[in-house]
């Protein structure tokens, strides 16, 4: 019987299952692969964030159990106690010599890297200028921040000018904040302009670059690499739970802001760390984007052969410039359906509405991976046509 007080929220659910937008997990059965086994179905998987493919690599498997036999399962504590463990220095040493700054320090996911971050450098009395599209970690963090909020709207170099313009006169701190690959639509950010702004206005500036780790830049470098602005970003956020493959995040600074952020993150204060194999894994999946480059050619391949398939079919693939594909679709119940249409013709690509999207602009988010290969891609697009035609979507 569940208990009288919590019965709204039965109803909440109710109202979704009404207006057709309740969703069931769906249960992967074995490995995150390029085709996977779904709540018993084989299918071509265009839904994870594991661009390269690393999830099931060889060298990250095997290190992870090496780092199991050799250090255990677990660190025991929080960073800051005693469950600092020297993989957990090298792996932050590994990353900051990856991404040519003085340090880094990592968090048990991207999302904690950036909600503890924001959240620590800033306070009540300060100002954050945030892409209207960045993610909810970003969003979270500047609230728990309790700084003022200034939204620009997306990519609008020239509205975010206004907004410092208009803050000019006052002697707060700034903060511009920019996903660097944008999660939902798959554009990049106009970070040249914004870096220009930043210094042009004395605003600190910040990207999240979760979404292009292992995908822009010289062996994955991101997007500070990919337009060449090194040393023009004071803070970079990356995370080690998509193209790296396993779990985490990290911030990329100067040592002084990382030993700031030791004192002050409130997750890399109050949560366990990692356990080592994590670590391991890690500091192997970057010897992988530097061995083998290959990898990310394939990911490019593959994102132009599927996005003009897509493209030729008449599919509405918005803005994206990366590997994430969405198809727009608009109305959140035909996106589901579609969704679970295609996955019954052998195909998850997952359908995405609000909250995670405004409302009326539901999509499906599709996201190619090295691994794939061109027969599935095509298989794929056979499938996307066949539905498509009879959603009238295309
Ligand atoms: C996925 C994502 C994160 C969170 O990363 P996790 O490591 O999964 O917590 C942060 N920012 C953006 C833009 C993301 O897409």
Redesign the pocket.
Known sequence: MPKLQLQYLTDELNKLREQKLYQKLRILEGEQLPVSRFDGREVINLSSNNYLGLTTHPKLRARAIEAIEAYGVGSGAVRTICGTMSIHMALEERIAKFKQVEASVVFQ???AA?AGTVAAILTKDDVIVSDELN?A?IIDGCRLSRAEIKVSPHKDVDACEKILKELAPRSCRKLLIT?GVF?MEGDIAPLPALVELAEKYGCMMMI?D??ASGVLGRNGRGTVDHYNLHGRVDIQVG????AIGAL??YVCTTRDVVDFLYHRARPFLFSTSHPPSVAATCIAAFEVLEDEPQLIGRLWSNTRFFKEGLKKLGFNTGMSETPITPIMVGDAALAHQFSRELFSAGLLALGIGYPTVPVGKARLRTIVTATHTEAELSHALQIFETVGKKLKII
């Open positions: 996911s991207g999302f950036n993610h970690s996903d999660s999240d979760a979404h995370t080690l739970s998509k985490g995040g």
